[in-house]
Structure formats: structure tokens, C-alpha cells
């Protein structure tokens, strides 16, 4: 019985703390509170709403993005409150295109006239800012061989996010008219593949040629190098290079997409891509390797990767 005792003076204390850190705009001191709270009571409503304007006071718009969605996935109330400050943490993140996606879908089922007056607002504001930055996408589409490969891909990536998809005929046409890196290729690819491109587009990478249509592919993150791969070469080195699987995982990324949307299998059996991969790396760490013809072939494709 003793064991318990403390434990209502301990709530007691922090729901004083957590109180009159916030009448004092503490909110860093709040946010302590709250967290030492949490390691032994749940929130109660009026706790959670107190803990999203925290988050918001103190711009940490990611964490209060994902508090406010797990709160009205949990049915915590008032819910119209916790999915403002859930789109307000959207907009501040800048993902004005789910901002203007989920107001929309929501808008006719908000009752309050006051929810509607503070959304309403907020789309608009959303919409705009997405107005501006395509036309900065279009801009920088216009002038897109003279970007680096770096900007090149922000902005695909860009692109993606904001399903700016109105851009497919100007992808399409960079993608079979431009020399390219494979990464670049790839993105294109997702891009178009989002966008239901459904006409066939001619892929040029250094070790083959090949028509797709983008409509039918699957995603750079359901390839083939992606699910069944990519895991066998790192329990592979788990176990024999353990400490290069960190750098390995970031090189494994990078020619899963350079591949993209190449069929893997096509070129050679799993287990000789492993064994290609594995030499590879021991190449990079100055290790001496054997290989024979079949895997030579595969180690060469390997390093083309990287060009």
C-alpha cells in the first residue's frame, strides 16, 4: 500500500507544474512537465489540448503533427480542435497540398461555423502558396539542364510531394531528349508513374535500354532490389562486415533507385547479384575478393552505378 501512496501527490504536483507553466508562457518548462507526466499518467482531454498548444508555442510542428493525429485517431475530444492544430502543423511543415486535400474532404462534415471560419482561411492561404511555388517549378522546369543534380532532384522530389502532375508532358519530354544520371531517370519515373503517364517512354541506362509505360509500373520502393535484395545483402553482412552495413544501407538506396524500373533478375539470380554486392563492398573497404565470369559481369554493372 505504501507504494502507491505517493503517486496522487506526484500527479497533483505535475498537473500544478504543467498549470502554471503555461500561466507564465513557460512553455519549455511545460513541455518537461508534460513529458514527466506522461511517463506515468495518460492525458486527459483538456491535458491534450493543453499539450498540442505547446507544441505549436514552441514550433515543434512535426511532433504536434504526429500528437494531434494519434489523439483523434484515440477519439480524444473536442475533435474539430485537435484537427486544426493537425492541419495548422501541416501548413507550418509546408505540405500546403495536404493542407488544401484534407480541408476539402472535411469541410462539409465540420458543423461549427467558427471550425469553417478558421479552415476556410487556412485552404486559401494553402492554395496560394502552392500557386507561388509552381510557378517556381515551372520556372526552374524551364531552365532544368542547367541544375545541378542536386536541385534537380529537390525539385522532382518537389514535384512528387506537392502532385504537381500538370508538369508530365515536360518530364516525359526531358526524360527522352535529355542525357541524364540514372537517379534523375528514376525520379522521373515515379513522378510519371504517379501521374499515370499511360504512354510508352524510351529509358536509356548505360547497361540497357528499355520502353515502359509509367502507368503500369510499380514504385521505386516495391522493386524487386528493394524487397528481396536488399535485405539478404544486409544479413549477409551483418554477419561478415558488420560494421559497413550503415554505409552499405545508403549505397543500397542510392542503386535501387539508379536501377529503377530494371527487373534485376533479368541481368542475373539473386544470389549472384549478392555475391557481386559483396565483392563490391570489399572492393570499397580494400579487402581482396575472388569473383568469376558471371559475377564479374554483375560487380561491373555495380560500379556503373556510381557514375
Given at each position: 500500500?505504501?507504494?502507491?501512496?505517493?503517486?496522487?501527490?506526484?500527479k497533483n504536483k505535475l498537473m500544478k507544474d504543467i498549470d502554471e507553466a503555461m500561466k507564465?508562457?513557460?512553455?519549455?518548462?511545460?513541455?518537461?512537465?508534460?513529458?514527466?507526466?506522461?511517463?506515468?499518467?495518460?492525458?486527459?482531454?483538456?491535458?491534450?489540448?493543453?499539450?498540442?498548444?505547446?507544441?505549436?508555442?514552441?514550433?515543434?510542428?512535426?511532433?504536434?503533427?504526429?500528437?494531434?493525429?494519434?489523439?483523434?485517431?484515440?477519439?480524444?475530444?473536442?475533435?474539430?480542435?485537435?484537427?486544426?492544430?493537425?492541419?495548422?502543423?501541416?501548413?507550418?511543415?509546408?505540405?500546403?497540398?495536404?493542407?488544401?486535400?484534407?480541408?476539402?474532404?472535411?469541410?462539409?462534415?465540420?458543423?461549427?461555423?467558427?471550425?469553417?471560419?478558421?479552415?476556410?482561411?487556412?485552404?486559401?492561404?494553402?492554395?496560394?502558396?502552392?500557386?507561388?511555388?509552381?510557378?517556381?517549378?515551372?520556372?526552374?522546369?524551364?531552365?532544368?539542364?542547367?541544375?545541378?543534380?542536386?536541385?534537380?532532384?529537390?525539385?522532382?522530389?518537389?514535384?512528387?510531394?506537392?502532385?504537381?502532375?500538370?508538369?508530365?508532358?515536360?518530364?516525359?519530354?526531358?526524360?527522352?531528349?535529355?542525357?541524364?544520371?540514372?537517379?534523375?531517370?528514376?525520379?522521373?519515373?515515379?513522378?510519371?508513374?504517379?501521374?499515370?503517364?499511360?504512354?510508352?517512354?524510351?529509358?536509356?541506362?548505360?547497361?540497357?535500354?528499355?520502353?515502359?509505360?509509367?502507368?503500369?509500373?510499380?514504385?521505386?520502393?516495391q522493386t524487386t532490389f528493394k524487397t528481396e535484395l536488399l535485405p539478404r545483402i544486409i544479413?549477409?553482412?551483418?554477419?561478415?562486415?558488420?560494421?559497413?552495413?550503415?554505409?552499405?544501407?545508403?549505397?543500397?538506396?542510392?542503386?535501387?533507385?539508379?536501377?529503377?524500373?530494371?527487373?534485376?533478375?533479368?541481368?542475373?539470380?539473386?544470389?549472384?547479384?549478392?555475391?557481386?554486392?559483396?565483392?563490391?563492398?570489399?572492393?570499397?573497404?580494400?579487402?581482396?575478393?575472388?569473383?568469376?565470369?558471371?559475377?564479374?559481369?554483375?560487380?561491373?554493372?555495380?560500379?556503373?552505378?556510381?557514375?
Amino acid at each position: 500500500m505504501s507504494d502507491i501512496i505517493p503517486f496522487p501527490k506526484m500527479k497533483n504536483k505535475l498537473m500544478k507544474d504543467i498549470d502554471e507553466a503555461m500561466k507564465q508562457a513557460q512553455y519549455e518548462r511545460a513541455y518537461d512537465a508534460f513529458n514527466a507526466y506522461e511517463r506515468h499518467f495518460e492525458l486527459s482531454p483538456e491535458l491534450a489540448l493543453m499539450k498540442c498548444e505547446v507544441l505549436w508555442q514552441l514550433e515543434a510542428y512535426l511532433e504536434l503533427k504526429e500528437e494531434s493525429n494519434i489523439l483523434m485517431v484515440q477519439g480524444f475530444q473536442p475533435y474539430d480542435t485537435l484537427m486544426i492544430y493537425y492541419i495548422k502543423s501541416l501548413f507550418a511543415l509546408g505540405h500546403y497540398h495536404s493542407v488544401v486535400e484534407m480541408i476539402t474532404q472535411v469541410i462539409d462534415e465540420v458543423r461549427e461555423h467558427e471550425t469553417r471560419l478558421i479552415l476556410l482561411p487556412i485552404k486559401d492561404q494553402a492554395q496560394s502558396k502552392l500557386d507561388e511555388r509552381q510557378d517556381y517549378m515551372a520556372h526552374r522546369l524551364q531552365n532544368f539542364t542547367y541544375l545541378d543534380q542536386s536541385e534537380q532532384t529537390q525539385l522532382l522530389l518537389s514535384l512528387i510531394d506537392d502532385s504537381a502532375y500538370q508538369f508530365q508532358s515536360t518530364i516525359a519530354y526531358l526524360l527522352q531528349n535529355e542525357t541524364l544520371p540514372m537517379n534523375i531517370q528514376s525520379l522521373m519515373l515515379e513522378y510519371l508513374r504517379f501521374a499515370r503517364y499511360n504512354q510508352c517512354v524510351q529509358v536509356e541506362k548505360p547497361f540497357c535500354n528499355l520502353k515502359v509505360k509509367p502507368s503500369e509500373l510499380s514504385g521505386i520502393e516495391q522493386t524487386t532490389f528493394k524487397t528481396e535484395l536488399l535485405p539478404r545483402i544486409i544479413h549477409r553482412l551483418e554477419s561478415e562486415m558488420p560494421s559497413f552495413v550503415h554505409e552499405a544501407y545508403v549505397h543500397l538506396h542510392t542503386h535501387n533507385i539508379a536501377l529503377y524500373p530494371v527487373d534485376i533478375l533479368e541481368e542475373a539470380s539473386i544470389d549472384t547479384w549478392i555475391e557481386g554486392y559483396m565483392n563490391y563492398f570489399k572492393a570499397l573497404m580494400g579487402f581482396e575478393y575472388e569473383t568469376d565470369g558471371a559475377t564479374t559481369a554483375i560487380f561491373n554493372l555495380i560500379k556503373s552505378l556510381n557514375t
